[in-house]
């Protein structure tokens, strides 16, 4: 499956962007889909991650109650909402998938990966 992310862009704290992943080459109905994200010098990290059914969502704690993963499976797209950015959101994001449904999403396992889309909060 092919992944291309988009709608990164520059945000004020306090503000709100929606990420895209579109897929192509495959259904993601059959993939368990995630965003990752990364920060300039530091590693990639989880994000948020969400079930093939769509029922079923995982959040790193950083982002709880601020972020939400949904996807459409008609679309074969998945959406990642942020709200109340702040600045330690800034970074790369990142969208994945995996054919496994696993328990743990930080799991290895993550097989295709997006390019990705650059997101900056200014304070």
């Known amino acids: 499956v092919q992944l291309q992310a988009s709608g990164g862009g520059l945000v004020q704290a306090g503000g709100s962007l929606r990420l895209s992943c579109a897929a192509s080459?495959?259904?993601?109905?059959?993939?368990?889909m995630g965003w990752f994200r990364q920060a300039p010098g530091k590693e990639r990290e989880f994000v948020a991650a969400?079930?093939?059914?769509?029922?079923?969502?995982h959040y790193a704690d950083s982002v709880k109650g601020r972020f939400t993963i949904s996807r459409d499976n008609a679309q074969n797209t998945v959406y990642l909402q942020m709200n109340s950015l702040k600045s330690d959101d800034t970074a790369v994001y990142y969208c994945?998938?995996?054919?496994?449904?696993?328990?743990?999403?930080?799991?290895?396992?993550?097989?295709?990966w997006g390019q990705g889309t650059l997101v900056t909060v200014s304070s």
């Open positions: 969400i079930k093939k059914s769509g029922v079923g969502t």
């Open positions: 080459g495959r259904k993601i109905s059959s993939h368990y």
């Open positions: 994945a998938a995996r054919t496994d449904d696993p328990i743990n999403p930080l799991r290895s396992g993550w097989r295709h």
